[in-house]
């Protein structure tokens, strides 16, 4: 690698978090790893999470009063910023009236006409989580069809459904095997798992075994291995070989939906090549930060459904007036204007990041798709899960920890999206540009370090 670098590499003390320190050994007492979803903890980086007590705009601020630039927003759905007003008051104004009936409400119906509005759906169902919305729709997918495999991509992450949670098996065509322990291998036998943006692997599949494929699942563009763009006419592909095969073609939009553009990853890609999902999914932004989630498509598949149809879903607080409140007001604020900005600032966060890592002699790769970008710090372009896992994750780990040290919280792992939000002004962008050199010889001091 390039040797001469002028700028000595900072080695100033991490910024000191006893308050955090001290919540981590508590929580830790008391539920796995301290946290309640893996990567919270921390241990794609080391240290210690920084426990948030508030936050406003596109600032956190933690237990020991510290403030970080939010380049994580919840991942992904704070597109507006945190406590925007105008969703806290509706908030407000909702949890004052009861927050849970157990009957349908007026706001479940408006946001459901604002989802039909916005995507190709035509009948929408809410459910509480981005995991039970994929569950659900591969239920619907095999009841619709009386067919029971699934084909996913390699890298694509649904939510912790167990026929989902499948690593490839030995070779193209084969079937899964469980990508984790607690999952029975039966459940993982009616699994294809492929590599993404591979047509020759898609079509093996469909040849061998396309007269009993209930569906194709697949991230509307991968944002959970780094953003992996789809390759040009890759969805329209899968769409057209489901079709042909007799299979629904299920996107995942739960991370790209109302965030990857207006219309989301379909508006990029869809609305221009003029194919339509049989079914989709959607979450994180549609909550507004609650926990909402959504699952819609064709009228006749959906019409399968209970009570119309035999497919079983329920849920107590599907559609909850509170949280079905916040995704309305986050998606009729959600405007032009604001994709406008997250292009505006996406593009100069990039271009520093770019040449920051340049500068300080790191290899890095940067792949967006509309709003949403990633930086991979491995060289040459990133098609599938097997380029991802170059990613340098030690170099990443010293890069994370410097910008944290600088006041900016980026994603704790090397295989996630940065996020931004309406609410990312001149000063929160200006702390990421002033914190990226020092980041970037950070990183490049952990590469020469290495064995
Ligand atoms: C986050 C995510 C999910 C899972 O959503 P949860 O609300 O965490 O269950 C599913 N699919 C994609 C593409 C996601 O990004």
Excluded at 322 to 328: Q, S
Excluded at 338 to 367: F, S
Excluded at 417 to 428: G, Y
Aim: proline share 7%; net charge negative; charged share 20%.
């Amino acid at each position: 690698m390039s040797s001469a670098r002028p700028t000595p590499v900072d080695r100033s003390e991490p910024t000191p978090a006893p308050a955090s320190e001290a919540l981590f050994e508590r929580a830790r007492a008391v539920t796995p790893g301290g946290v309640n979803s893996p990567v919270r903890a921390f241990n794609a980086v080391g240290g210690t999470p920084r426990f948030i007590r508030s936050a406003r705009g596109a600032w956190l601020t933690d237990v020991d009063g510290t403030e970080y630039v939010d380049l994580v927003c919840s991942w992904g759905p704070m597109l507006l910023g945190h406590a925007h007003p105008e969703v806290t008051a509706a908030v407000a104004d909702a949890v004052s009236r009861g927050t849970s009936y157990g009957t349908p409400t007026p706001p479940e119906v408006e946001l459901a006409e604002e989802i039909v509005d916005r995507t190709p759906v035509e009948r929408v169902r809410f459910v509480s989580s981005g995991t039970e919305a994929t569950m659900s729709a591969i239920r619907l997918a095999r009841g619709f069809t009386g067919r029971d495999l699934v084909v996913k991509f390699a890298g694509c992450y649904h939510g912790h459904v167990d026929a989902l949670l499948a690593s490839a098996g030995s070779g193209l065509a084969t079937f899964a095997v469980p990508g984790t322990p607690g999952v029975p291998q039966s459940a993982t036998d009616l699994t294809l798992v492929l590599p993404y943006n591979d047509r020759a692997a898609v079509e093996a599949a469909f040849a061998e075994h396309g007269d009993r494929i209930a569906c194709l699942i697949t991230e509307a563009a991968p944002g959970n291995m780094g953003v992996v763009p789809p390759e040009d006419g890759f969805n329209a592909f899968l769409a057209e070989t489901c079709r042909r095969h007799g299979a629904l073609f299920v996107s995942d939009e739960v991370m790209t939906g109302f965030r990857a553009s207006r219309q989301g990853q379909w508006g990029l890609d869809g609305a221009v090549e003029g194919w339509v999902p049989d079914l989709m999914t959607f979450g994180k932004v549609m909550g507004g930060g609650f926990p909402a989630a959504a699952f819609g498509g064709r009228a006749d598949v959906m019409h399968q459904l209970a009570p119309e149809g035999p497919v079983y879903q329920a849920g107590t607080l599907s559609g909850n007036p509170v949280a079905t409140t916040a995704g309305l007001a986050t998606l009729r604020l959600a405007t032009d204007e604001v994709y406008a900005h997250l292009h505006t600032v996406g593009d100069t966060i990039k271009a520093a990041v770019a040449e920051a890592l340049t500068a300080a002699g790191v290899p890095h790769r940067i792949q967006s798709t509309g709003t949403m970008f990633s930086v991979f710090f491995a060289d040459g372009a990133v098609r599938d899960f097997a380029d991802a896992s170059r990613t340098d994750s030690s170099a990443y780990a010293a890069f994370f920890h410097a910008m944290l040290d600088r006041g900016v919280h980026l994603p704790p792992s090397a295989y996630e999206a940065w996020f931004l939000s309406a609410a990312h002004d001149e000063r929160a962008v200006q702390t990421v540009l002033d914190a990226l050199p020092d980041a970037a010889r950070a990183a490049a001091a952990a590469r020469e370090e290495r064995p």
